[in-house]
Each structure stands twice: as structure tokens, then as C-alpha cells.
């Protein structure tokens, strides 16, 4: 396998792609082997680049027969890091809070949210999917004694720079903001941003654009 630093920021982001739809046809297709082919059409990805993605990590597969679908789950699983359950805290108990901690999917990609925190005593004590939401003041504690490397920002936006400070503070390595701003932390950090609001604004400057193509077709 290369090193880590020299494979393209593309690959890396095709991987999860790899693992779900690999996922997906270990547990509901009656399918033992798939090629390069059949497996970059499921997903819009010309076969020889699923080639070069793969051989970054190593020989997978044999010539002229495919790969070997359950083996190959497990291998990219094993990469990306998903074959074991990373625990995540959440900050904000809010409704997108809520929606987040209640997704189940999120373990079958090697995530669980473990604690929820927040800042509203009106809040604290509530149970979210089993989890009892606490102080976020008791956020570094908490962290530093379950060794927690994950932390989601589910709150408004003029909250969002101190709780990421705060996640840091406490040990936080990886953060998932969903928070619509920029957050501001130190290099090392790696932080995943999701700006809802960017993404429904994109689907309607589509959706306006194609109205807009059908009134001149009239």
C-alpha cells in the first residue's frame, strides 16, 4: 500500500462509495464476485479507474475473474476504518440533534454516537435513543474518559466556533460540523463540513433553471 499522504483526495472519496455499494450487495444480492466493470456501473465510475482507486491499496481480486465481493467489503472496510464502531459525541439536542442520534445506519459505517450534550437546561436529563442528553459542560470529562476522538456540532451557528473550541479542548481529533459556517481550528484537526441550507439551495437554482428552459421551449 502507498503512503497515505500520496493517494489522491478523489480516491479517498470514493471508498466509502466502494464500501456501501459492496455492502449492499454482500447483504441482498446473490452475488459472490463482481468486476471492475459491474462495479464502477453501479456507480457512474469508469472500471479502470476502480482499478488504479484499489490498486493504491494493494492486489485485490484476480485477472480476467473479479473480486471476491465479501473479501473485498472487508478489505475496504479495513482502510477506511469502518470495521470496528468509532463512538462520536453530539452537541445539540435540537431536532437535527435528534435526527442524527436516531439514524441507523450510521453504525453499519463503523459510527455511533455515544453522548449527547447540551447547553439548554430544558434539555438535560431528556433520553434520545436511549442517550441521556447532559451538560456541555461536562463535555472534556466525558471525552477524555472514553478516549473519544469524534465530535458532531449540531448547533446554531453562533454557537458552533466555541463548541468546536471546547471538542478540542477536550481531545477531539475529528469533527462533523453541520453547523452552516466555517470553523476555525487547528491544522491538525480534520473537520467535515455539511451546509444543509447550500445543498436544498442547489437542487432549487436546478429546479429553477429548468422551468426556466421549459418557458422558452413554450
Avoid at 92 to 116: P, R
Wanted: hydrophobic share 40%; charged share 30%.
Amino acid at each position: 500500500m502507498k503512503d497515505r499522504e500520496n493517494i489522491p483526495k478523489a480516491t479517498i472519496e470514493r471508498l466509502p462509495l466502494y464500501y456501501r455499494c459492496l455492502d449492499k450487495m454482500d447483504t441482498f444480492e446473490d452475488v459472490d464476485v463482481v468486476s471492475s466493470k459491474d462495479l464502477g456501473g453501479k456507480l457512474d465510475i469508469p472500471s479502470t479507474q476502480v482499478r488504479k482507486d484499489l490498486s493504491y491499496y494493494g492486489e485485490f481480486g484476480r485477472r480476467g475473474v473479479g473480486y471476491n465481493v465479501n473479501e473485498l467489503r472487508k478489505s475496504v472496510g479495513k482502510i477506511l476504518g469502518v470495521d470496528r464502531i468509532w463512538p462520536a459525541v453530539l452537541v445539540g439536542a435540537g431536532n437535527l440533534g435528534h435526527a442524527l442520534v436516531n439514524y441507523k445506519s450510521f453504525s453499519m459505517m463503523g459510527f455511533e454516537i455515544t453522548h449527547v450534550f447540551d447547553s439548554d437546561s430544558a434539555k438535560i436529563g431528556n433520553l434520545i435513543n436511549g442517550r441521556e442528553v447532559v451538560s456541555v459542560n461536562d463535555l472534556g470529562r466525558i471525552v477524555q474518559e472514553n478516549n473519544i476522538k469524534l465530535g458532531v456540532i449540531a448547533v446554531p451557528t453562533d454557537d458552533a466556533q466555541a463548541v468546536a473550541e471546547e471538542m478540542v479542548e477536550s481531545g477531539i481529533k475529528a469533527i462533523w460540523n453541520f453547523a452552516p459556517t466555517r470553523l476555525r481550528v487547528p491544522e491538525e484537526i480534520e473537520v467535515k463540513n455539511e451546509d444543509l441550507a447550500v445543498g436544498i439551495v442547489s437542487l432549487i437554482y436546478h429546479l429553477s433553471w429548468q422551468e426556466e428552459i421549459e418557458a422558452k421551449g413554450e
